[in-house]
Structure formats: structure tokens, C-alpha cells
């Protein structure tokens, strides 16, 4: 089971790109990169997931550089409805039920005006 | 689409009391979880079910009971409620992972429990 270690907490100003890097020396070969955003309130939403070298959708970029032992997520453009904990996870989502899948405390991101 | 949908969204017990959680979701998803969460932490694995029929423990167990009813319904029981059990409950469902590539989980609105 591949332990994941991101900052505690960051800010940044509206209109800035965010970068949120996350350290998983121990990953396994068949395992993903998975990031969830998590408002007040509200269970945790999908942002991203990858494997290697860069994936990219309409709301995150994801960075994984060739040895895989840290990946980034990188918001562009953040707003205040940005601010929320954002969760750095990794397991083998091949396997049945997902069992390897943990949450850590994640990162508390606080948008600026 | 109501997704995934529990009830009831607030509760508070005296110790020793017992309950059931609800949890269903209209994805035709195949796996199925719960989670607690306490205050400022992650989400931890009560129990999941890979499928309509099995069930097996996560990583915070003791205390829990489940039932995967059918596909769509998953119920979390406590059978004699604790101050320790106050926490927010989370479940979840997701399509099994393999071809697909990855395997996103879709979270429900969230039960806060508060045990007296």
C-alpha cells in the first residue's frame, strides 16, 4: 500500500495557478494516481486520475514525472470557489473494490482574494 | 440521476442504541462503500462490497455492520452506538475498475451521526 505525504495546507491568490505536489515513494507498478476535491459538507469529487507523464481535463492538469514517486496537480486560474481539501491518492484501481484506497488528511487549499 | 443518495442526513443516538444507514445509487454500479470521517481528518474504509452479494471489511470495521441488499442498496448498522462512532458517514459507488483504465468513486451527500 503506497503512502502519500502533501503539504498540510496552502494559499494562493485568485487568478494564480495553484501547483499541489504529492510524494508517494512506495508506488507499485499497477498502481494509479488519483486526485478528489472535497467542499465543506460534501463528500469527495473526482478531479483527475493518471499513470505517467501529464493528463489533462477541463478542471486539472496532473504531472507524473518517469519514476512515478511524486505526481502534482495543478489547478490554472483558481477562484474562491477553488478553496476545499484536495486528496492525493494511489492503489491499484484494478483491483476489486478499490480496498487500497486511502485517504490521507489531505491538502486544505484557501483561495485569496 | 440522483446518483448516490443516503438517508438520513442527521442523527443523534444515546450510547448503546442502534441504527441503519441507508445508501443507494442509480449508476448500475457494481461496487459499493462506506466511510466515516471525523473532524479536520480523511476518509477511512468501514467496509465495501465489490458486488451484489459480498461484502468485506476496510480498515475501520469493529462496530459496523453492512448488508449489500441488491445492487443498488448498501445499508451501514451500528448495533450499539458509541461517543467513538460520532463522525460523518460517507458511502460511496464505483464502477470496477480493469479495461475502463480507472475507476472513480461517487460519494453521497454524507450522514452526520453524533452519539450522545
Known amino acids: 500500500l503506497a503512502k502519500t505525504t502533501q503539504p498540510i495546507s496552502m494559499d494562493s491568490y485568485e487568478g494564480q495557478e495553484v501547483n499541489i505536489t504529492c510524494s508517494h515513494n512506495n508506488i507499485a507498478t499497477n498502481d494509479y494516481i488519483t486526485w478528489y476535491q472535497q467542499f465543506p459538507s460534501q463528500g469527495p469529487r473526482f478531479i483527475i486520475q493518471?499513470?505517467?507523464t501529464k493528463v489533462t481535463n477541463e478542471v486539472a492538469s496532473l504531472f507524473i514525472p518517469a519514476d512515478r514517486k511524486s505526481s502534482t496537480l495543478s489547478l490554472p486560474r483558481v477562484s474562491l470557489s477553488d478553496t476545499a481539501v484536495y486528496y492525493c491518492l494511489v492503489g491499484d484501481t484494478f483491483s476489486i473494490g478499490n480496498e487500497k484506497l486511502t485517504f490521507g488528511t489531505g491538502t486544505r487549499l484557501t483561495i485569496i482574494p | 440521476n440522483a446518483g448516490v443518495t443516503q438517508t438520513p442526513k442527521f442523527q443523534v443516538l444515546k450510547t448503546g442504541q442502534s441504527m441503519t444507514l441507508q445508501c443507494a445509487q442509480d449508476?448500475?454500479?457494481?461496487?459499493m462503500y462506506w466511510y466515516r470521517q471525523d473532524p479536520g481528518m480523511g476518509l477511512r474504509l468501514i467496509y465495501y462490497?465489490?458486488?451484489?452479494?459480498?461484502?468485506d471489511k476496510g480498515e475501520v470495521p469493529n462496530g459496523y455492520n453492512v448488508s449489500r441488499l441488491n445492487k443498488r442498496e448498501f445499508s451501514l448498522r451500528l448495533e450499539s452506538a458509541a461517543p467513538s462512532q460520532t463522525s460523518v458517514y460517507f458511502c460511496a459507488s464505483s464502477e470496477l475498475g480493469g479495461l475502463a483504465g480507472y475507476n472513480e468513486q461517487f460519494f453521497g451527500p454524507g450522514t452526520r451521526l453524533t452519539v450522545l
Open positions: 493518471g499513470y505517467k
Open positions: 462490497s465489490a458486488s451484489e452479494g459480498t461484502t
Open positions: 449508476m448500475n454500479h457494481n461496487s
